[in-house]
């Protein structure tokens, strides 16, 4: 199976910071590399598929790069509603699987 | 409007059955693969099944293979997972997710899920 390492597991932000989170494949995906969104007790919310294609309706503070083993999701400037866990997802090969997940919350 | 509607959880002793069930609108359901993802109490996501648009080829994670079977009824536009031999360890909520149009099996929507508890 591939694992899918994410980091960091949390992080503290302000309104307005720019965040990265990084997320590493155990061996070569391509770009087969989905980002999701899920607020508390909320069902998740596709982001990025295809490593760096925004799904549609998602702001463009949103953004994701990589390929192969590692990828990275940035938000551009932290609002409110940003506050939340993401998690990247391989869909290469099965068993899909999903990265451990980023807790950002507000500092 | 994509909408998809889970129902049939509820708790349940170890090695008890339960049937879920998701009901998908707003889309042409027949035209797309769908998945079960699971998550554990406090913890992430874990892929569980999916299914083909055909109901041909399915798929299931090493956790539930044996035990869970996925189906889906186009007449009824309905996802179903039947699950067997319930453990503890099959704790969660099952939320169920619609393939997008993209190539690959990416998720565009989720819905809101249904939670199944496995106690005795």
């Known amino acids: 199976d591939i694992q899918m390492t994410q980091s960091p597991s949390s992080l503290s932000a302000s309104v307005g910071d720019r965040v990265t989170i990084t997320c590493r494949a155990s061996?070569?995906?391509?770009?087969?590399l989905a980002w999701i969104q899920q607020k508390p007790g909320k069902a998740p919310k596709s982001l990025i598929y295809a490593a760096s294609t925004l799904q549609s309706g998602v702001p463009s503070k949103f953004s994701g790069s990589g390929s192969g083993t590692d990828f990275t999701l940035t938000i551009s400037s932290l609002q409110p509603e940003d506050f939340a866990t993401y998690y990247c997802?391989?869909?290469?090969?099965?068993?899909?699987?999903f990265g451990g997940g980023t807790k950002v919350e507000i500092k | 409007e994509v909408q998809l509607l889970e129902s049939g959880g509820g708790l349940l002793q170890p090695g008890g059955s339960l049937r879920l069930s998701c009901a998908a609108s707003?889309?042409?359901?027949?035209?797309?693969?769908m998945s079960w993802v699971r998550q554990a109490p406090g913890k992430g996501l874990e892929w569980v099944s999916t299914i083909s648009r055909s109901a041909d080829t399915t798929h299931y994670a090493d956790s539930v293979k044996g035990r869970f079977t996925i189906s889906r009824d186009t007449s009824k536009n309905t996802l179903y997972l039947q699950m067997n031999s319930l453990r503890a360890e099959d704790t969660a909520v099952y939320y169920c997710?619609?393939?997008?149009?993209?190539?690959?099996?990416?998720?565009?929507?989720w819905g809101q899920g249904t939670l199944v508890t496995v106690s005795s």
């Open positions: 997710a619609k393939k997008g149009p993209q190539a690959g099996l990416v998720h565009d929507y």
């Open positions: 707003g889309f042409t359901f027949s035209s797309y693969a």
């Open positions: 997802q391989q869909y290469n090969t099965y068993p899909l699987t």
């Open positions: 061996q070569g995906i391509s770009n087969y």
